[in-house]
């Protein structure tokens, strides 16, 4: 079976720049114009208002849960089986570009707007959605939306989630008008499907059209407190000190020793993405430092055990540096797989368009991942220019290689969608 439809790529091109408007701003460094849109933010809120305009001109029926999560259903022949999925996000951090998350909101909506065109029917109903807070950069924990849709996550602490200004998801979303009504916790789409970009080097580097997307990757997170003892950096000598931010420092290199180390396995990655000193003025010793800690590895015993270095770690720094240090794990995934049988349909379609493609694990977090607990779930990526660099305003990927992963999930959604 040859591919009988196929996407207007320059059309899908159109609708990321516009999403991409919504809270655009001016990068210093790079000249770039990168995305600011913050879960439950202003911002957020006017893209989703976008993205349900759009859904309301193909004639979608669309919902709001509990959470904000919104879909968007299409109706199928046999409109009481269990629809067919195709999500993403479009929270973005606050460096982003246009096309992480939205990629696969306004791909699937570019296919719903396909099939329409060609009075297409699927036997299956079929439901876009986009979930809430996917980045986990506000509110301090990934997957959000899904997770509480799928259940792993439940509402009331979702909701008492809280960002750095101690505004909870609950307040935001009422808010900002998103504290929808539908029930959270949906019976189970009949699959589940979500084209992204990579958001790393491998396809482009390696020439490959298309990612089969076999799992996700393990996830650790936490927020740590390192409490020492302001003082004057004039007058203070250096062995009086209970110096936080050099407690915080040595964690920091000692991450990045411990993933490059290759005694937790040659894929390690540690990150220190956020420091935030108390006073944090040049003439005093920081008496306290907040920081984020990110461990990813595909092997979860390898990340069981480079969690229980790190927290080792905290321990023998507050000794040698005479500071309290306390962490709390504010996310945590294990490895999770995708269906077996989705990914060959993901390879096969691939072929009959003539693109090539490479099965590899993801390196990020996503919606996917979530959805994969309650019915079968698997991805498609496309590649990135600049090594596919992400949550950076240089984020990039071209017209072709973006119709080249929807024209995929495309293929592979029409075969779903006539499943019994
Ligand atoms: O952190 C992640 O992997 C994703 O961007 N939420
Ligand atoms: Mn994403
Ligand atoms: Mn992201």
New binding site residues.
Partial sequence: MTHSLSIQPQRLADALLALGRIGSYLDEGSGLWGVSRLALTAADGEGRHHVIAKMQALGLQITTDRIGNVYARRRGREDSLAPVMMGSHIDS?PTAGRF?GCLGVLGALEIIETLDAAQHWTRRPIVVAFFTE???ARFGT??LGSAVATGRIPIEEAYALHDRAGLTVAEELRQLGFLGEAEEHLPPPHAYLECHIEQGPVLRRRGFDVGVVTGVQA?SWHEVTIVGRSAHAGTTPMELRADASVAASRINLYLRELATSGRFGPQQRATMGAMSPTPGLVNIVPGRMVVTV?LRNPDDAQMRAAEAAVIAFYAQVATEEGVQISWRQTARTSCVPFDGGIQAAIAAAASRRGLSQLSMVSG???DAQEWARVTRAAMVFVPGEYDGIS?NPREFSTVEQCANGVNVMLDVLLELAEES
């Fill in positions: 951090v992480d996917e980045e986990g990934d997957m996830i990110d990020a977090g996503h949550h």
